[in-house]
């Protein structure tokens, strides 16, 4: 709609005439569009399995605990009578293996001389080329994009060998109703004439995924460590090698593949904790938070030797990271769905706080700003947890690099509390900007931690803040 009609179009339309448009476009697309349909049913359907599982959360607590948290107003995202999904699962945390993922996200190209979906890996020292064999589709289609539930699929099959193998050649075994578990996914409840378990359509979408994974091939050029040194070495083979998927059985043989298997034992041997939660973020609606927290949790564990968590990142490379790109013609919507992953990421406790460095929000109001805003910097620091978990391998320490940081952060720490304040007593940037005397504009950055307040601004806005808390 914004494509065909412009956003100043739409933005002056009623609500009532916009709902109309957006019915009219909707239809047309269900209509017309195998794909889109396609699309939109798996989204529909995540949605509404995710919704019936929080119900199954609730169902889990007595009458009387439900009727005491109604009663006193209880937050359901926020209460204890919800079961805490906290866990984490142990991935590889190696060159090839974070190449991979992050070659997953982008479109694989019809390769006419190979006969196959291939896409090339350049990442640090690991180069080479990535290729899907024996994938049913349209070889007229000279594209093809995997989902984010395949990568999921790769992380919870390295994590299942991790905990399971005992030697690197192990062949162990996972059912798919494991991965549906681990997922976040509940089975359904069995009832008169109705059989519990999951629904064959989640066990298919995992099928789907399992062989997309059994039959990536990979042929790259990295460093491995024989004896303790760094060693070149061309790598070739699948990512896992497959003995037996059993359709009927759902349940899937398999065993590391000679990619990843060097990185099993010895010194080139590293792994991460990667938080549950990563997974069970929706593949389609959620892809830029799953992606971002992969990445982040992935970099925290490389700078965790050094310590240096709060080494700022350029937005471009995170985008590049997480197989995102700039939209040339609205950046703010970019910048929008970028700043609101963080955001997402932080109140699910998945990093502790994000911050600009040195960000004018006036370069928003020059051409090709979007531009300049890619190329910006953001420090994001790690849950506590992580800091803890990586203590003994830092060879400098974590707390004096926050009390570098200490002003950005209290200022940070400042700017949530004045949007927490000020949105639940329903005010406006505006109104508040009028309270403390300062522009609506500069109120916004203080709220995002993009500015450091000045002294006196500051001062008001304390002041604020003790006054509404004594209102309410």
């Known amino acids: 709609m914004a494509d065909e009609l412009g956003m100043e179009h739409l933005s002056q339309l009623k609500k009532a005439e916009l709902n109309q448009l957006f019915y009219q476009y909707l239809s047309n697309f269900l209509l017309n569009s195998k794909e889109f349909l396609s699309m939109f049913t798996i989204i529909v359907n995540d949605y509404a399995d995710k919704w019936i599982n929080q119900l199954f959360k609730y ?27 906290r866990e984490n699962i142990c991935v590889m945390n190696n060159a090839p293996y974070q190449a991979v993922r992050e070659a997953l996200y982008q479109v694989f190209h ?14 640090g020292h690991v180069q080479g080329l990535l290729m899907i ?28 060998f991790l905990a399971i193998a005992k030697h690197h050649e192990d062949v162990i075994t996972i059912e798919v109703d494991e991965l549906l578990r681990m997922r976040g996914l509940l089975p359904k409840r069995g009832g008169e004439g109705r059989r519990g378990g999951y629904e064959r359509s989640q066990r298919l979408r995992i099928m789907k995924s399992l062989t997309i994974i059994k039959n990536l091939w990979i042929d790259i050029e990295t460093v491995v460590y024989q004896k303790g040194k760094p060693v070149e070495k061309r790598l070739m083979g699948n990512a896992f090698d497959v003995y037996d998927q059993n359709e009927s059985q759902q349940v899937l043989k398999y065993k590391m593949g000679p990619i990843f ?16 939660k990563i997974l069970q973020y929706d593949p389609y609606r959620r892809s830029w938070e799953k992606r971002l927290g992969r990445y982040m949790h992935w970099r925290w564990r490389v700078q965790a030797k050094k310590g240096d968590y709060l080494k700022p990142h350029y937005i471009s490379t995170l985008l590049a990271a997480i197989g995102e790109s700039l939209n040339i013609r609205l950046p703010s919507r970019t910048r929008e769905r970028f700043e609101s992953a963080l955001d997402t990421l932080q109140e699910d406790g998945l990093l502790s706080a994000w911050y600009y460095e040195a960000w004018e929000e006036s370069i928003v109001d020059s051409k090709g700003w979007g531009n300049t805003w890619k190329q910006a910097k953001i420090i994001i620091q790690p849950p506590e947890e992580v800091v803890e978990r990586y203590a003994q391998l830092k060879k400098t320490t974590f707390e004096v690099k926050v009390k570098d940081h200490q002003s950005l952060t209290d200022h940070v720490l400042l700017g949530k509390r004045v949007r927490e304040v000020r949105v639940t007593n329903g005010l406006s940037l505006s109104q508040l900007a009028q309270e403390v005397e300062v522009s609506q504009a500069y109120i916004s950055t203080i709220e995002r931690g993009i500015k450091v307040p000045s002294k006196r601004v500051e001062g008001k806005l304390l002041r604020w803040i003790e006054i509404m808390e004594k209102r309410q």
């Open 110 to 123: 019809w390769d006419q001389e190979k006969e196959r979906y291939c896409r090339r890996i350049q990442k």
């Open 133 to 160: 064999n024996e994938i049913v589709e349209d070889q007229n289609v000279d594209r093809f994009t995997l989902t984010d539930l395949d990568v999921d699929v790769l992380d919870m099959l390295c994590a299942n």
């Open 59 to 85: 169902s889990k607590c007595t009458v009387q605990e439900l009727e005491k948290a109604i009663a006193h107003g209880v937050d359901w995202r926020n209460s204890s009578l919800v079961p805490s999904q």
């Open 261 to 276: 298997s060097p990185f099993l034992y010895g010194s080139g041997r590293q792994v991460i904790h990667l938080p549950l």
